[in-house]
């Protein structure tokens, strides 16, 4: 079964603009999150989609959104961007909601703002 | 929403020695507590978790014990290795992460 796979793996944007990011879950799985990892400041939840549906969000700004699709690929956005953005974005894809069971993490997204 | 902090931020053992690594939350209400390793350059991937149901479970050299009304859960290593060397998260009850444990076993 193929892993959770993400694109672009690395993103080099300038502040003010916008980014797209993408992630196909573990064929299968109804739950995709997305966290922000950076040196200083561990894992930090975004949000989780289950069948199209946001169910929880966390205590990030309103320029980062998100969104699942019917196949359960989901997307995340960031506008308006900032330094303080660069980390690596990393989505998990799990079978059923993401505090009931094991989550396979993707290899993350590297964005760099400048 | 949920906190959860974990602690040391920084281990080093020597090798063979047993590590622990503690995390504790506030809130109640959940049946699953995880625990993932990421090693440099890699993304984070389940190493044990436990369900509120039991207190202990042990997968070879790792162990993790639940105290629910204490509300926190340990991370157990024995016999540490080399290849232990990493960072360890917990999982709090609402997937909130803790801040990450470093690893460093010394050869």
């Known amino acids: 079964k193929a892993g959770v796979t993400q694109t672009p793996r690395y993103l080099i944007k300038t502040r003010g603009q916008q980014v797209t990011l993408s992630c196909s879950p573990i064929?299968?799985?109804?739950?995709v999150s997305w966290y922000q990892q950076t040196p200083g400041q561990g894992l930090q939840f975004l949000f989780e989609y289950f069948s199209e549906t946001q169910r929880n969000k966390g205590n990030f700004p309103g320029r980062f959104s998100g969104r699942q699709f019917s196949n359960s690929r989901s997307e995340m956005n960031v506008s308006t961007l900032e330094l303080g953005d660069s980390a690596l974005y990393l989505c998990a894809s799990s079978l059923n909601f993401r505090a009931e069971g094991e989550q396979y993490f993707g290899p993350g997204t590297r964005l760099t703002v400048t | 929403g949920e906190n959860v902090e974990q602690h040391p931020s920084t281990l080093s053992v020597q090798e063979g020695d047993s590590a622990v690594i503690k995390c504790t939350y506030s809130d109640s209400a959940s049946n699953y507590f995880p625990w993932y390793k990421q090693e440099l350059g890699k993304r984070p991937q389940l190493i044990i978790d436990i369900r509120s149901n039991v207190g202990e479970k042990k997968d070879q050299r790792i162990a993790v014990t639940l105290n629910k009304t204490a509300k926190h859960f340990s991370l157990h290593i024995t016999e540490t290795q080399p290849e232990d060397s990493a960072v360890y998260f917990c999982a709090a009850p609402d997937m909130r992460f803790g801040a990450g444990t470093r690893l460093t076993v010394k050869p």
């Open positions: 064929s299968g799985h109804r739950s």
